[in-house]
């Protein structure tokens, strides 16, 4: 933030202005996905942007919950990228010091995390994680190339983005893990090729603990 002043009864905020958000990026319909151009393969999204803003995301998660502060909306609108490629983790209206009740009203959908989904309940216990977990969604997306845990159809199976969630991530010790879990090979191919992609992504989503 630059500056900060009052007009006309109203709080102003003067920030840089950041050209592009991480969805831009990564929701581009093929992922790390090779494509071929006068027989010289190519990529969309190199793997080494993923472990570029990976990085740098999780170094900004790592000073806020460091002074225990957790994010609540991390998605891939709410983090900017500068023309250099430098990550600026945005949009802190649901953020807040953690305590052991919050709303679990927060998230955007397919990157909220399985403890979020407490239907007609006022607040839920739940921890800084729920922000590693948005971290790792982000990462499935950027490795497939679309928002991958949102309700939808799947062999023929209506899903809502808590049951894919719960039968592809979840870990099976997590409260809500499901019983019926589904092939992860099925849901996040291009994640479950790379096996160090692979490890990262699972490892973030068992961080509820």
Partial sequence: MHDCFVDNDKIAMLMAYVPYTLSDAIHNGYGVKPYYEQDRPLQYLPLSFVA???????????????RNIVHRDLTPYNVLLTDDLTVKVADMGLSRHSS???SPTVVTEPYRAPELFSPKRKSAEYTCAIDMWSLGVMIVDAMEGRVMFCGRNIRRV?????????KTLCPQDHPRASSTPCDPDI???KVMQCELVRWIVFRLCTCYK
């Fill in 52 to 66: 570029h803003f990976s990085a740098q995301v999780a170094t900004a998660l790592s000073d806020m919950h460091i």
């Fill in 100 to 102: 052991k009740w919050m």
């Fill in 158 to 166: 209506n899903m809502s983005t808590y049951q894919i969630i719960t």
């Fill in 187 to 189: 849901i996040m191919p």
